[in-house]
């Protein structure tokens, strides 16, 4: 990227990684989303700081597009069963075990599974 272009560069602009200069530890390649700016030649994501000439602005496709939807889509129902788990029980707080508990419960006692169904489906509940 050239420092002209890093000037603009304002927090929740995605990049990607083209090389490793500073020794930041991400993988070349892989999309970051800057979180600040330290200065108009290094920025943050996360814990780590890239400089401008690590990174190029990382341009949306249709694919990249789509794939961003269905991962918002799944975050909103994960959001949604957390809140109507609330709701059943009648809670302001939410505890991220006692909920695995309680979807483990209705696994086992709401759907008519074989056994091994049923270890699958709790596997992953436990395994997030």
């Given amino acids: 990227m050239k420092l002209s272009e890093a000037k603009g560069l304002k927090n929740g602009t ?3 990684v083209t090389n490793v200069i ?3 530890g991400y993988a070349v390649g892989e999309i970051i989303t800057l979180d600040r700016k330290y200065n108009n030649t290094t920025f943050y994501s996360g814990q780590w700081s890239v400089r401008y000439d690590e990174v190029e602005l990382c ?4 694919e990249s597009i789509k794939k961003e939807i269905d991962d918002l889509k799944m975050n909103i ?4 069963s957390e809140l109507d788990y609330l709701e059943e029980i009648k809670s302001d707080t939410y505890d991220p075990t006692e909920f695995k508990v309680y979807q ?3 696994v086992l006692n709401g759907k008519k599974l ?3 169904d049923k270890a699958k489906a709790i596997a992953k509940l436990v395994n997030g």
């Fill in 22 to 24: 500073s020794g930041h």
């Fill in 77 to 80: 129902k994960e959001l949604q």
């Fill in 104 to 106: 483990t419960l209705k």
């Fill in 114 to 116: 074989s056994e091994i």
């Fill in 14 to 16: 995605r990049l990607r």
């Fill in 59 to 62: 341009v949306k496709d249709k």
